[in-house]
């Protein structure tokens, strides 16, 4: 179905066929709209962005681009196509038509999921809020915001499964969605990931590359869902979702041009000569890296999970493009997980593979992170240094599953404490490293202007060029 933009509310559910609902969510709206002032980014407002905006859900020609004040973003409900003959993909009820409402055994546990997955949409938001005043370029800024609103629509895509579906306890929960904020010591988002600032572009595009990685697997996860509304709205997340792993991937591929420019230049890779021609060395780059693909991998949740095995036995939550699994069923399956040994080494451990589905998204994501570094590391390559970039082992630095706590290096072998102790300023950023990439972040607002530490885009957005005037500041 097209997307109706002549309602306040822009979707392609019919929503004005359902006169409650409507009124429920245009009671939201005015909500959401003082949110996003509050906590939105930080100034900006009056400015025009160059903005894609959805307007049908199919493959091609989704989006359409113009220049938009973001308080006056078309934000709406957009749903992929259903498909009528859609089957439960796994688990006890492989085989079975999906569902159109929620049924009531599986009730308070899809609510929680898409809680919880409608809670990292404005967390993002409001941890970059500060970052547009230190925009590397205006390219940068408008890719910023583009994924700023659209984490924005994001929520209002779960909060319209949780008003549609859930009645009551869904419109509380939409309320509550507004309600907690992130690094709130109150009210937090319910993430520890999603509680730190991002308030350096260092870190936004680690965070836009690993963590909105998360994201992207969890949605595909949902989207294997047997609820079939929640199924078709992750579809179209997915979509959008591709676009803010690009600003990462781009943004990480342009530090390191930048980066090997001036060794190259200066002939030396010594990281002081660097940062005193002020770009970001590589060992810095490798420690942010090191942060946030660590921080992300806590994201999956514990490797042994109940939970987990139940959500996929009931059909709520699948695994990520569980049609390339042969066996939908898992059940007799085991999956093999390394555990700390009690002699301080790693042992195999089996698990009933249902048990292991977290584990098994995990190794999916890592997967799929791989594939950016191996491009950057072609950067590198080309220009003959012997430098790599790598993805620690998902043992080092964990704070949540069978790893947390336990100390080892980088590759994950396990070493004492006091020698992890000594090590982490080789492995982490430290406080000066944090300095340094702070001292670097001054916004450049002029068209085709572009911050020292960073190389310009190889193209620009829509194909505009790259000097275009992506935000026009008032
Ligand atoms: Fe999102
Ligand atoms: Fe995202």
Redesign the pocket.
């Known amino acids: 179905m097209d997307i109706n933009y002549s309602e306040r509310i822009p979707n392609n559910v019919d929503l004005a066929s359902d006169r409650t609902l409507q009124r429920a969510l245009e009671h939201w709206q005015p909500e959401f709209l003082k949110w996003w002032k509050d906590l939105g980014p930080s100034d900006f407002q009056a400015d025009d962005v160059y903005l894609r905006t959805a307007t049908s859900v199919d493959a091609k020609g989704w989006a359409t681009y113009g220049f938009v004040r973001m308080p006056e973003y078309r934000w709406g409900i957009f749903l992929a196509d259903r498909d009528p003959d859609r089957r439960i993909g796994f688990g006890d009820h492989f085989g079975k038509p999906v569902w159109q409402q929620v049924p009531g055994e599986h009730r308070s546990t899809l609510r929680r999921l898409i809680v919880t997955q409608g809670d990292?949409?404005p967390a993002?938001v409001e941890q970059q809020r500060l970052l547009g005043h230190t925009a590397p370029s205006v390219y940068d800024l408008r890719n910023l915001f583009q994924v700023n609103v659209?984490?924005g629509r994001?929520l209002w895509a779960m909060v319209y499964l949780l008003h549609a579906y859930f009645g009551r306890d869904g419109r509380e929960e939409a309320e509550d969605l507004l309600a907690r904020h992130s690094g709130d010591t109150n009210n937090p988002r319910i993430l520890t990931t999603f509680n730190e600032p991002i308030s350096d572009w260092l870190s936004f595009y680690m965070f836009t590359y690993f963590t909105?990685r998360d994201?992207k697997f969890q949605?595909k996860s949902l989207a294997e869902s047997s609820f079939d509304p929640l199924s078709r709205t992750c579809q179209f997340?997915l979509t959008?979702?591709a676009h803010?792993m690009f600003v990462g991937d781009t943004g990480i591929a342009r530090v390191t041009k930048r980066t090997l420019e001036v060794m190259k230049e200066l002939r030396t890779e010594d990281p002081d000569a660097i940062r005193l021609a002020g770009a970001i060395d590589l060992p810095t780059l490798q420690k942010y890296l090191n942060f946030w693909f660590t921080a992300s991998l806590d994201l999956f949740g514990v490797e042994t999970s109940s939970n987990a095995a139940s959500y996929f036995a009931g059909g709520v939550k699948g695994r990520p493009d569980e049609w390339k699994f042969e066996d939908h069923l898992a059940v007799d399956q085991t999956f093999t997980l390394e555990t700390p040994s009690e002699s301080g080494g790693v042992k195999a451990e089996e698990i009933p593979m249902r048990n292991a589905m977290n584990e098994v998204t995990r190794t999916e994501y890592v997967k799929d992170c791989e594939i950016g570094v191996a491009r950057w590391n072609r950067l590198i390559q080309k220009q003959g240094y012997d430098f790599r970039l790598t993805l620690p082992s998902t043992r080092f630095h964990r704070k949540i599953g069978v790893w947390a706590g336990i100390a080892t290096n980088v590759e994950g072998r396990v070493i004492s404490r006091s020698e992890c102790d000594a090590k982490q300023g080789e492995w982490l950023p430290t406080q000066s490293d944090r300095a340094y990439i702070a001292s670097l972040m001054q916004g450049v607002t002029e068209p085709g202007k572009i911050a020292a530490w960073i190389a310009p885009p190889d193209r620009g957005v829509n194909n505009q060029p790259v000097d275009y005037e992506y935000v026009r500041l008032h």
């Open positions: 990292t949409e993002s659209e984490e994001h909105d994201g949605l997340m959008e979702e803010h």
